[in-house]
């Protein structure tokens, strides 16, 4: 059984939305959701519209509401914290013992470590879609939207590196070898 921690579940409408998907997600239709909030009213708001969610879709999906962030996160298959972007994988540190792998207390981050962790994610993404749609022109703007390339490259230095990077290692990204005649300058 899927258990997954939402830190930061007093907003109500991200956790609803949220909770809609992992809802839609067939294997994860029969999850415990756990909620942890530091404002007890918002919490129990979220909690009692979460279960209605279920209980509304018939599915066996469990809700539990926390103010203790250890104990949300206690057996978590999965943490979401509710100030990064959805989707996003960042690393937590873990206890390995007898029962396996478990996650230790996170929480929210503060606001200036969101916003450059932001920051990476945004890079990451069009370095992914980069790399999926085999668009040279993409890993060019990931690499000018790089918090340290851009602190220490001028914007020809950092096409001159994509391009010579790209080139180096046309063996191992044969789809950026057939469009590089696109690529940025």
Request: charged letters at 20%; aromatic letters at 2%.
């Amino acid at each position: 059984m899927t258990r997954i921690a939402i830190i930061g579940a007093g907003s109500t409408v991200f956790t609803r939305n949220l909770c809609s998907d992992i809802m839609l997600a067939p294997a994860l239709r029969d999850s415990t959701i756990a909620l942890m909030d530091i404002d007890a009213d918002r919490l129990t708001e979220a909690r009692d519209l979460v279960q209605l969610m279920a209980d509304r879709r018939g599915l066996p999906t469990r809700v539990e509401a926390t103010l203790d962030r250890r104990e949300a996160v206690r057996g978590a298959d999965y943490v979401i914290i509710e100030n990064l972007l959805a989707g996003c994988c960042v690393e937590v540190p873990c206890l390995v013992d007898g029962n396996g792998v478990q996650p230790t207390l996170v929480g929210s981050l503060p606001p200036q470590l969101a916003a450059l962790n932001r920051a990476c994610i945004n890079v990451q993404e069009l370095t992914v879609r980069a790399a999926l749609g085999a668009d040279p022109d993409a890993v060019h703007h990931a690499a000018l939207l790089d918090p340290l390339t851009a602190a220490a490259c001028t914007v020809p230095q950092v096409h001159a590196m994509v391009n010579e990077m790209l080139a180096s290692q046309a063996r191992w990204l044969p789809q950026f070898s057939r469009t590089m005649r696109g690529a940025l300058p």
